[in-house]
């Protein structure tokens, strides 16, 4: 099965597992992913992520992340899709509940956090919000 969006897949999968009380999810692995992980596990909102090789596939291990019971992820969102790219100079990247979430940028510089990007003054492609 071909998936048209590889990140908005993985965000689903991390939705669904949270909503569903489960300690861990799997996610077919790729770079871009990785890199977002890291931006989510930086920021506290997941534990972390382990790459395994399953039947000659790599794979995606995310350990997802509760407080009291609840998922620390109330909301994840993918903004820019295959069908509407949404990109965003630095004076134009969004604040996510008025500065309590992140959103997720791809950057010349990598992807970041949306307050790494305001640091190091670059804007880029906003790939997901989370809150």
Same mark, same amino acid.
């Given at each position: 099965?071909?998936?048209?969006?590889?990140?908005?897949?993985?965000?689903?999968?991390?939705?669904?597992?949270?909503?569903?009380?489960?300690?861990?999810?799997?996610?077919?692995?790729?770079?871009?992913?990785?890199?977002?992980?890291?931006?989510?596990?930086?920021?506290?909102?997941?534990?972390?992520?382990?790459?395994?090789?399953?039947?000659?596939?790599?794979?995606?291990?995310?350990?997802?992340?509760?407080?009291?019971?609840?998922?620390?992820?109330?909301?994840?969102?993918?903004?820019?899709?295959?069908?509407?790219?949404?990109?965003?100079?630095?004076?134009?990247?969004?604040?996510?509940?008025?500065?309590?979430?992140?959103?997720?940028?791809?950057?010349?510089?990598?992807?970041?956090?949306?307050?790494?990007?305001?640091?190091?003054? /670059?804007?880029?492609? /906003?790939?997901?919000? /989370?809150?």
């Amino acid at each position: 099965m071909n998936i048209s969006d590889p990140l908005g897949d993985m965000l689903t999968r991390i939705r669904n597992a949270q909503m569903r009380g489960m300690s861990k999810t799997t996610s077919p692995a790729s770079k871009l992913r990785a890199r977002v992980l890291d931006v989510l596990t930086d920021e506290g909102y997941i534990r972390g992520y382990a790459e395994i090789e399953k039947s000659g596939h790599k794979t995606l291990e995310i350990e997802l992340k509760y407080y009291e019971g609840q998922p620390v992820i109330s909301e994840i969102k993918r903004v820019s899709k295959p069908g509407r790219r949404v990109y965003s100079s630095v004076s134009d990247i969004p604040l996510v509940r008025n500065g309590l979430g992140i959103s997720i940028l791809s950057t010349s510089q990598g992807v970041m956090s949306d307050n790494a990007a305001r640091a190091k003054n /670059v804007g880029g492609e /906003v790939l997901c919000r /989370v809150f």
